[in-house]
């Protein structure tokens, strides 16, 4: 009720209170703030000490958060590498040292202006009162100016010994709001080295990126213009906090209608639903969920026998049969070894083309025996020796530097992404470049020599010194994982091994979260943190509480994948119509977050050209690979093949699983009408339609094979009636039906994943 609030000070000569609650000292001695709202009131005892004195300002705690609470020292404004208009700040104010430098000697000092402080061009730029590109900054009456001016008046001083920032703190830093309150306010508090304790909400900055239901304003009032959850985050110097509210304007004609839930995913999903007035869709049907889980298990269609099969079922446990059964096919290996050779980068110009072909083995045979991804992590992380022999050793060749090595490990693992930490502190978290040098550190002794006579092959050993430096000190850092150091360290240490049993602990706070998440990204076609390989405290999970069971599941049951991909697939949140649901309330949140209905997608590369050839019942043929090969055994990215690369198959040389172009561009509707290989499928007489026919089987017949192996369902009556006449009315009936499965093989239906 910040804001809402009156106040009043009993005794102004001591201190005085604005109307927004800001106490501001007057005079040495004591005195009761009074606040009131309605027929409440409480107090609050104020002492003010040493007033006469001042409060000196630190160039480093007040200046720069001055700096930043204006904007600029950020990247887009003077913050950037070149600054702007020959100003040049460090970025956040990271290295203080150089702005000192750049605000009181370059240009002669006019920056800074200590016999006349309002006449600063700090001060006049910033202020609006001479001409600025980047506008007006602050005001007379806010916080930054009066500090900066401060700053100037008293010399700009820099003492370099001033107090340390220990710690930031938002208050409130979790809370659901009252439906008849859609406002609070924050309060930013920092906590430094030496016990004390500041309210800095007049320097912090305060932004959020769900503007779409949440606004904040430059001093920390946050408004929700309707049913959401949102995060603000509060940055003061080098430290960020998050604020995570969440506001329900209530529908008393809400009332959830779902279908039962199968499992806890689908308890913890619906509950959320439930919260935000949400409803789930209902349940997709047969046809749909059969096409869904092979074309997300295994990564191509069902034939036309087992699609019969399926949908001629009458048993009640059909759906979790099929399942259990699809995860036993060879397919569910090398499509899933598919989805993790895209983000590990390798291909013929890191790893060699042999190198590429052992590589791939290697990954599916992890997933043909499920074996524990800790296992397949700390393998992946300290493998040593000839590359060939030990792919996994490939992540070093792939990723050769200490840096390359960390980042890489971060973001496979961790689903951390700690590239920007490389050159300042993370911009959006708490990662210093002191969390990036010191992961980086664990693989400074890795090195690489070839074979005498290989050319393919390189060997991966460790050698007993080397060492990363600490660019901004200059000077080798210690290993050490986010803060945790590697301990005592021997020579003969493999420091890898260290960080392996780190990651890998069952208590670490991100490895078991980024690899469910991954999977359900898979599976759900969105992570229940988004983008998957951004985890922060900044980027909460939309269901907090199912990321964490899911994740409890996976450490506690050896780390094994497949159980995880069950349990997702069982549920009826995975099982949902792509369908809106009928009875959405106007009062509910936005429900892309909440996985309140399966998300339509466009299918990859690989998967339309392997359900061309299932459809058609032509295998595609790939130079230097056999006869059969689906295009999810393709071991390399970068296949010379026409229709692969126009689907935008990823060549595999970037981590995140961004590779890969999911919106449908007219290039590729083009290539698939008129491309010369699906046409000639289509009409070969060696296809399954070619064998229908020449086995004499009548036209509904045909239709409905043909519907069964393309679709994954039966036609209806009227598509029936459709084609029977269109194929009457063709030159040959032949050609009526090479019409229908060009059609359907080019139809939304066949494209997309419902």
């Not at 460090?90 to 000697?105: E, I, K, Q």
Request: glycine share 8%; proline share 6%; with cysteine.
């Amino acid at each position: 009720m910040t804001r809402q609030a009156t106040y009043q000070s009993l005794d102004q000569g001591v201190a005085l209170v604005t109307a927004e609650g800001l106490v501001v000292p007057r005079g040495d001695g004591e005195t009761t703030i009074v606040a009131r709202h309605g027929a409440l009131e409480t107090r609050a005892k104020v002492v003010v000490r040493d007033f006469a004195e001042g409060d000196p300002v630190e160039f480093r705690t007040d200046v720069i958060a001055a700096l930043g609470r204006a904007g600029c020292n950020q990247g887009s404004c003077h913050g950037s590498p070149q600054g702007k208009n020959g100003f040049r700040l460090s970025l956040r104010g990271f290295n203080p040292d150089l702005d000192f430098t750049t605000l009181t000697h370059e240009q002669g000092g006019r920056r800074t202006n200590l016999i006349s402080p309002a006449e600063s061009l700090i001060l006049l730029k910033g202020g609006g009162r001479i001409a600025h590109q980047g506008g007006t900054r602050f005001r007379e009456t806010e916080a930054a100016y009066r500090t900066l001016r401060a700053w100037i008046s008293q010399g700009c001083r820099d003492t370099g010994g001033q107090r340390k920032l220990a710690g930031l703190e938002v208050l409130p830093a979790q809370r659901r709001l009252h439906m008849a309150h859609p406002r609070q306010q924050l309060i930013a508090r920092a906590h430094f080295a030496d016990g004390s304790t500041r309210d800095v909400s007049d320097l912090a900055v305060f932004t959020t990126n769900h503007d779409t239901a949440l606004s904040v304003t430059p001093d920390g009032q946050i408004e929700f213009s309707r049913t959401a959850e949102g995060t603000v985050l509060v940055r003061y110097l080098d430290q960020i906090a998050p604020a995570r509210l969440s506001y329900v304007r209530r529908d008393p004609e809400y009332a959830f209608a779902g279908p039962p839930p199968a499992n806890y995913v689908d308890q913890l999903v619906f509950a959320r639903q439930r919260d935000l007035q949400l409803n789930p869709a209902p349940l997709a049907s047969d046809a749909v969920f059969l096409r869904r889980v092979y074309l997300d298990a295994i990564g191509t269609l069902p034939t036309e026998a087992e699609a019969r099969e399926f949908l001629d079922s009458t048993d009640p446990q059909r759906r979790r049969k099929l399942i259990d059964l699809l995860l036993q096919r060879n397919e569910f290996a090398q499509f899933w070894a598919l989805k993790w050779a895209d983000v590990m980068r390798g291909n013929r110009a890191t790893v060699s083309e042999r190198g590429l072909h052992s590589f791939h083995r290697y990954l599916v045979s992890v997933f043909a025996a499920d074996r524990p991804f800790d296992e397949f992590a700390r393998e992946t992380l300290t493998s040593l020796g000839n590359t060939l022999y030990k792919p996994a050793a490939n992540f070093h060749r792939v990723s050769r530097t200490p840096e390359e090595a960390a980042e890489t490990a971060a973001q496979l693992f961790l689903g951390v992404r700690i590239q920007c930490a490389k050159c300042h502190n993370h911009p959006f978290e708490a990662i210093t470049q002191d969390d990036y040098y010191g992961l980086a550190a664990y693989f400074a002794r890795v090195k690489f020599k070839r074979q005498q006579f290989g050319l393919d092959d390189e060997v991966v050993y460790l050698d007993r010194g080397g060492e990363v430096n600490h660019p901004g000190r200059n000077k080798p850092i210690a290993p050490a994982a986010f803060g945790e150091p590697a301990g005592e360290l021997t020579a003969d240490d493999d420091r890898r091994e260290r960080l392996a049993a780190w990651l890998t602990r069952p208590d670490n706070r991100w490895f078991s979260r980024a690899t469910v998440n991954r999977v359900w990204f898979h599976l759900l076609g969105r992570g229940l943190v988004e983008p998957i390989d951004d985890f922060r405290d900044t980027n909460p999970a939309s269901n907090p509480e199912l990321l964490d069971a899911l994740a409890g599941e996976f450490a506690h049951g050896g780390f094994r994948i497949k159980p995880i991909i069950r349990v997702i697939l069982n549920s009826s949140t995975y099982q949902l119509s792509s369908e809106p649901p009928a009875n959405e309330s106007p009062e509910a949140a936005e429900a892309a977050p909440y996985f309140t209905r399966a998300i339509v997608r466009m299918l990859t590369a690989e998967q339309i050209l392997d359900a061309i050839s299932s459809a058609t019942g032509l295998p595609e043929s790939f130079p230097g690979y056999p006869a059969g090969t689906r295009a999810i055994e393709l071991a390399e990215g970068g296949v010379d093949h026409h229709f692969l690369k126009a689907f935008s198959k990823p060549v595999r040389d970037a981590v995140c699983e961004c590779s890969r172009e999911e919106d449908p561009a007219l290039a590729q509707v083009l290539h698939l009408l008129n491309n010369p290989a699906v046409v000639a499928k289509v009409k070969s007489s060696d296809s399954l339609l070619g064998h229908w026919l020449a086995a004499g089987l009548e036209t509904p017949a045909i239709v409905e094979r043909m519907y069964l192996a393309t679709l994954s369902r039966r036609p209806t009556a009227e598509e029936q009636k459709l084609v029977g006449d269109y194929v009457a009315s063709s030159a040959g009936r032949a050609e009526g039906l090479h019409d229908l499965q060009h059609a359907l093989v080019n139809s939304n239906e066949f494209l997309l994943r419902h």
